[in-house]
């Protein structure tokens, strides 16, 4: 039998030959179901996706509020130094290294402090609980403290000491809390226009 010729000429594009996939790739090609027809193309799907632009807190709204001195980062560096001092006033002991733990507990505390009061401030994060503790526990430190240096302190000043704490705790928190949620609005209100 002779083979006609219809007119057309045979293609001499080479072919390549189709790759291996590996075995996880091959399972999940053949059981995957067939792409629908009115999916739009991958590259219109990957182009409407908003770009990923790291971490997010889920509890935070827009961006970190900048310090007032905002090219220094001077509350980390506070933080830094104050947990080097810390553990160097660790590794000398009470006897030798007391002023040296102090200043640095001291200066984490304060960086600390001065960054989540910045967040709680501004709306971005809460930091209610702690916020509202630090005064509480200063206060009832002091008084403890002060009647110590005075007198022997009887157990019962620190449980009447346990009443006033909770007290003052329970108005911070609901001082701290009502500006927080004030800030948090005006912050989504911003962000919405």
């Not at 590996?22 to 193309?41: C, K, S």
């Amino acid at each position: 039998m002779a083979k006609r010729n219809t007119g057309r000429r045979a293609s001499r594009k080479r072919r390549s030959a189709p790759q291996p996939r590996p075995q996880g790739e091959q399972a999940m090609a053949d059981a995957a179901p067939p792409a629908a027809t009115t999916e739009r193309p991958r590259r219109d799907r990957d182009a409407a996706k908003p770009a990923p632009r790291g971490y997010r807190d889920p509890g935070s709204v827009g961006e970190r509020p900048q310090a007032p001195w905002h090219p220094l980062p001077l509350s980390e560096l506070l933080i830094l130094v104050g947990a080097i001092g810390t553990i160097v006033g660790i590794r000398r002991g009470i006897s030798h290294g007391g002023p040296v733990l102090i200043a640095g507990l001291a200066a984490v505390v304060v960086g600390t402090v001065e960054v989540s009061l910045r967040e709680h401030l501004s709306g971005y994060r809460s930091h209610t609980i702690m916020l509202a503790l630090l005064p509480v526990i200063a206060l009832h430190s002091v008084v403890v403290l002060g009647l110590a240096a005075v007198t022997t302190v009887p157990p019962i000043v620190n449980v009447a000491m346990l009443a006033v704490d909770g007290a003052i705790f329970a108005l911070l928190y609901k001082l701290l809390r009502a500006r927080f949620l004030d800030a948090r609005r005006e912050r989504v209100f911003a962000a919405k226009r």
